[in-house]
């Protein structure tokens, strides 16, 4: 009968052992307290706001694969990094750091990936932000070699740099997005290629007169943005897939994604006015993209003429 007794009603007489031991109460209290949380480092900083939708979906899935009695904790960097120094802190971390980033073979040799992608694949049909005067110019491109007497702008350490010029596109580099657009309007390039989940979201926070999205194009490309962890840290990768999973099956994945600010206004403006697609290979695909299953991608339509 006495090991059938709850744990409760053992700790009086575990607190009178502990007291004729000479031993401190705060060990039996900690052995009593719930389990600590689980500290989750993010790839973003508290007031990094273009970052919400990555964190609010992170918080969703691993909520759904929460075990009874955990806690999660979610700690926000101090700093913003670029994408090469996020990277080469997840590649040493020992705890459970989560970022988020465009996938590509080198990194997916270099850290775990969780292979469900974030945008459905939006983050591979691109839009333009261009000087808004120069609208006539581009309403002129049909073809990949007709917007070859263009200079894109991408992000130094992007992967979309690659598969510019990979497709024999011009392509000049900035240190991050503020000084991208600041290069565009300095004329330092001629378009800046972006998701369509960024463009009118970047465009609505920035509000330049002298800056707009492109009419009529977009580059159309195979990738996915997914979270990554650390080599080592497959528990983690498992919990969030899992959770993810358990997101879209349930439908508040889609949900999400189809309300969230971020990919709203860009969704309706793609498909109440399709663009004419030019179509790019992409090398660094890695080849352990999820299937064609509609539960992972998005269909845009697209202009025939």
Known sequence: MHNNRSASSSLPR?????????????VC?????????????????????????????????LEESRQPGEQ??????????????????????????????????????????VRIPLFKGLFGHRVFIIR??????????RTREDLQK???????HWPDVDILQANQLPVTTGANVESLFKMLKARRFDYFPRGVAEAWYEMSSLRDPELAVEESLMLVYPTAVYYF???????????????LEALIDNGRFDAFFQAHQR?????????????????????????NLPGPEERYWISLPTRTD
Not at 150 to 156: K, N, T
């Open 150 to 156: 263009f200079v894109a702008g991408q992000g130094i």
């Open 263 to 287: 990919t709203q206004e860009g969704l309706a403006q793609v498909v109440s006015k399709p663009r004419r697609p030019i179509y790019l290979d992409n090398p660094d695909l890695p080849e």
């Open 29 to 61: 209290a900690e052995t009593a307290s719930p389990s600590a949380p689980i500290v989750i480092d993010l790839q973003a900083t508290a007031q990094n706001h273009s970052q919400e939708y990555f964190v609010t979906l992170l918080q969703m899935a």
């Open 14 to 26: 575990l607190l009178l052992v502990f007291a004729l031991l000479g031993m401190p109460l705060s």
């Open 132 to 141: 808004k005067k120069d609208q006539p110019l581009f309403n002129q491109v």
């Open 229 to 243: 962890v650390n080599k080592n840290n497959t528990q983690l990768a498992r919990r969030i897939e899992t959770g």
């Open 72 to 113: 999660f904790e979610y700690r926000y960097s101090e700093h913003d990094y670029s994408q090469a120094r996020w990277i080469n802190q997840l590649e040493s971390d020992r705890g459970n750091m989560v970022i988020w980033t465009m996938t590509n073979r080198q990194r997916e040799a270099s850290l775990l990936p």
